[in-house]
C-alpha cells in the first residue's frame, strides 16, 4: 500500500518561505534508478487543481508552471523516500492546498495530474497580505 503524507504546511505573509515535505511508503525501492517520478499540486478555493512542480526519479530533471518558476525549487531525498518543495517569496495568490503524487508510469516526467496513481492528503499553504 503506497502512502504519501504532507506537511510543512502554514500561514505565512507575503514575502515569506515555506518547505513542504512529502513522505512516500509502501514504494518498491529507494533507489534512485527505480525511483519514480513525483510531482507537486495545488488546489485554491474555487479553482481547478493545478500543477506546481515535478521531478524525475532521478532528481536531475524538474519542471515548474510559470508563475512559481525562480521562486519554488522541488528535490528529493531517495534514500529517505521525501520529495521537497522549497517556496520563497510566497505571495497571496499561492495560497492553497498542496498536494504531492507519485507517478508510476516511468515515462519521464508529466504536468498530467492523471499520470499520477497516489495522492497526498495535502497540506495547506495560507499567504497573508
Known amino acids: 500500500q503506497v502512502q504519501l503524507v504532507e506537511s510543512g504546511g502554514g500561514l505565512v505573509q507575503s514575502g515569506g518561505s515555506l518547505r513542504l515535505s512529502c513522505a512516500a511508503s509502501g514504494l518498491t525501492s529507494s533507489d534512485t534508478a527505480m525511483a519514480y517520478a513525483m510531482g507537486w499540486f495545488r488546489r485554491a478555493p474555487g479553482k481547478e487543481r493545478e500543477f506546481v512542480a515535478v521531478i524525475s526519479g532521478s532528481g536531475i530533471v524538474a519542471y515548474y508552471v510559470d508563475s512559481v518558476k525562480g521562486r519554488f525549487t522541488i528535490s528529493r531525498d531517495n534514500a529517505k523516500n521525501t520529495v521537497f518543495l522549497q517556496m520563497n517569496s510566497l505571495k497571496p495568490e499561492d495560497t492553497a492546498m498542496y498536494y504531492c503524487?507519485?507517478?508510476?508510469?516511468?515515462?519521464?516526467?508529466?504536468?498530467?495530474?492523471?499520470?499520477?496513481?497516489?495522492w497526498g492528503q495535502g497540506t495547506q499553504v495560507t499567504v497573508s497580505s
Open positions: 503524487a507519485v507517478d508510476l508510469s516511468r515515462w519521464g516526467v508529466s504536468k498530467d495530474h492523471q499520470r499520477y496513481t497516489y
